[in-house]
RNA sequence: UCCUGAGUAGCUCAGCGGUAGAGCGGGUGGCUGUUAACCACUAGGUCGUAGGUUCGAACCCUACCUCAGGAGCCA
């Protein structure tokens, strides 16, 4: 049907000249009709703004017209002159129209405000929404972004398994991977893999391997929590970015970190600028100011000790009570990033209790080289550490939690041979796509969210 | 999983013991280089589900389901 790829509104709208004899194809967003001519508003997804196209009464295709309504998808033949009237720069007066695919008035987005919580339950449709389309453009801008930000500084992505027989300890519960039947009482080593085997909580065990071995690696893809956490902030399936660097120890670790978000920000002002003007304006007021501040503003470092001191010295009542040893709540994470520091803030050395074996103990014995980085709004957005590198003091950490040495025999041998100090942390995908954009909920801003008892598509 | 709140037309909501309502969307007619156009008329509902209280329940009670906000777990 088509002989030549189509041009994009994307790059029609920012011609600098008229244009005769183009053609558009796209979806009907709204459809007006006057005495001399029907106006309608046509999108094609590859930018946020849309065409409009001046139908005139006197074309046999006016006839059309009746059928031409929100949702629909149409052909247009015209020329691309400039618009008599405000509101838009460039409108194409057509020549012809071809309804390509109609929708009836049971197509349920209007052309009228839907709530985020409807159109999660016609997630199939929603990327043709002003809000959906643009938040889908920024994760996919955004993906590239990080890839770039680590290819350019010599990081080699690394494809870690997403069907595993590691629990990396402490990240959550495991969905299990199985061939064998329900209720059927089978030993693990009939299984497929002879072994039980899970979806994948974190590529970092395996990409200590990588990072051994290529030196600065990262991993970028999905993950697996069987967590029944129901929040805005929580997810099934989530996209997870973990680097992981040979001889670099907590500090550089929180270095990285702190660069990664402060490019990713820049990243979301200097290649999604209408995209962040729609969400400036309808999703979050403060968003411009909040990207700016953390570009231009050195982040924070506060350790946990001192973190605890300024909770208790604060004057505030928590609910939770501040304790040294315990993990920061919610509220105490909110207070620290939104009124003290008012801005993205990394917490670091944690005590050793509250975190898992692989983190690299501290000389004061109580604490582990362990780092959070807080956004204002969203909270944890990174979490990361300095590896245990040292042999006899990753199995004792390991007998502590009472790990069997022989499940983990492959990750202790990078101890055993030619072991390095190295760091890494894990970088939630959505969280951040959620502080880039001001979206406040993760069922928002991934195409199909998995949550606990939801999983339609 | 816990706490709180909400489920009424395709969508957004009002009604809170006595005949089921509005706006948007759809249809019909009118007007207009219109901008989520405007004006008039019109169609459209087992009031989340199941029980209960009552002469009478969308409204009160109980259970369940779903969704949202907060908490825990974390990215």
Redesign the pocket.
Same mark, same amino acid.
């Given at each position: 049907m088509f002989t030549i790829m189509p041009d994009t509104l994307r790059y029609i709208l920012a011609s600098e000249s008229a244009l005769t004899s183009i053609t558009v194809r796209g979806w009907v967003r709204?459809r %007006?009709?006057?005495?001399?001519?029907s106006?309608i508003?046509v999108t094609d997804g590859s930018c946020f703004k849309g065409l409009?196209i001046?139908v005139d009464a006197s074309l046999p295709c006016s006839s059309l017209m /009746?059928s031409i309504?929100?949702g629909a998808s149409i052909e247009v033949d015209g020329d691309l002159i400039a618009? /008599?009237?405000?509101?838009?720069k460039w409108?194409l007066?057509a020549k012809d129209v071809r309804l390509l695919g109609e929708a009836d008035?049971?197509y349920?987005l209007?052309?009228?405000?839907?709530?985020p919580?409807?159109l @999660?339950t016609i997630a199939h449709l929603r990327p043709r929404t002003n809000l959906f389309s643009n938040v889908f453009r920024v994760r996919s801008r955004m993906s590239f972004a990080i890839h770039r930000f680590f290819q350019e500084k010599g990081f080699f992505n690394v494809h870690t398994p997403v069907i595993t027989s590691s629990d990396c300890e402490?990240?959550?519960e495991l969905f299990r991977v199985t061939t064998l039947k329900q209720g059927s009482n089978a030993k693990p080593e009939d299984d497929f893999f002879g072994r039980p085997t899970y979806l994948t909580v974190?590529g970092q065990l395996q990409g200590e391997t990588f990072a051994c071995a290529l030196g600065n690696i990262y991993t970028f893809g999905p993950t697996f %929590?069987a967590?029944?956490?129901?929040?805005? @902030?929580?997810?099934?399936e989530?996209w +997870?970015i973990e680097p992981e660097m040979a001889f670099y120890d907590l500090d550089a670790d929180m270095t990285l970190a702190e660069e990664n978000v402060r490019y990713l920000a820049s990243a979301m002002i200097q290649e999604c600028p209408e995209e962040l003007e729609f969400f400036s304006k309808f999703v979050d007021k403060n968003l411009l100011s909040r990207l700016q501040q953390t570009i231009d503003q050195p982040f924070q470092r506060i350790s946990y000790t001192d973190a605890v001191d300024l909770l208790l010295k604060s004057g505030r009542t928590f609910?939770?009570a501040v304790v040294w040893g315990e993990?920061l709540?919610?509220?105490h994470? @909110?207070y620290i990033a939104e009124e003290h520091v008012k801005g993205p803030v990394t917490i670091f050395n944690y005590p050793k209790g509250?975190k898992p074996f692989y983190m690299r103990q501290n000389d004061d014995g109580k604490t582990v080289a362990a780092m959070?980085l807080l956004v204002p709004g969203i909270?944890?957005?990174?979490?990361g550490s300095q590896r245990e590198e040292r042999l006899d003091v990753l199995t004792a950490a390991m007998q502590h939690h009472g790990l069997s040495e022989a499940d983990y025999q492959w990750y202790v041998d990078l101890r055993r041979y030619g072991s390095v100090p190295h760091a890494g942390y894990? +970088?939630?995908f959505? @969280?951040l796509l959620m502080f880039v954009t001001g979206v406040?909920?993760? %069922?928002d801003v991934i195409p199909f969210a998995r949550t606990?008892?939801?999983a339609p598509y």
């Open positions: 709204t %007006r009709d006057s005495k001399a001519c106006f508003e409009q001046v /009746p309504l929100t618009s /008599p009237a405000a509101g838009q409108e007066q008035a049971t349920p209007q052309k009228k405000g839907h709530t919580e409807f @999660r402490g990240a959550g974190s %929590r967590e029944n956490s129901n929040t805005a @902030r929580h997810a099934a989530f +997870m609910e939770h993990g709540q919610t509220e994470e @909110r509250i959070d909270g944890e957005i990174i979490g894990g +970088m939630g959505e @969280r406040s909920n993760i %069922r606990p008892g939801h």
